[in-house]
């Protein structure tokens, strides 16, 4: 089971910090992958993290801005948000794929419910 937090409003320019929290499996033997829904859009990959926390890949439209960590011991992957624009308003969820790391949604195997993100201007 994958659980989001951490989303809510906030002003452009703002930050969040969200939390995918893990149970039920071994954080240890899954890539981690963030992803997100705006309303009449298809889901998209935001970030992703590899099992060991080495290897991350960030989307164009917001590297530089966000930031993926994970502490397998607490069984927490993070999404940092920072510089927040209007465009990034969605749902946010995690995704968990055994193996190795990648950005393809399908590729996942368990996910979140998800956490809303509303940047206002």
């Known amino acids: 089971q994958l659980v989001e937090s951490g989303g809510g409003l906030v002003q452009t320019g703002g930050s969040l910090r969200l939390a995918c929290v893990v149970s039920?499996?071994?954080?240890?033997?899954?890539?981690i992958g963030w992803f997100r829904q705006a309303p009449g859009k298809e889901r998209e990959f935001v970030a992703a993290?590899?099992?060991?926390?080495?290897?991350?890949y960030y989307a164009d439209s917001v590297k530089g801005r966000f930031t993926v960590s994970r502490d397998n011991a607490k069984n927490t992957v993070w999404l940092e948000m920072n510089s927040l624009k209007s465009e990034d308003t969605a749902v946010y969820s995690c995704?968990?794929?055994?193996?190795?790391?990648?950005?393809?949604?399908?590729?996942?195997?368990?996910w979140g419910q998800g956490t809303q993100v509303t940047v206002s201007s």
């Open positions: 995704g968990a794929v055994p193996g190795l790391v990648t950005t393809i949604p399908s590729k996942y195997t368990d």
């Open positions: 039920g499996f071994t954080l240890d033997d899954y890539a």
């Open positions: 993290i590899n099992r060991g926390g080495s290897v991350t």
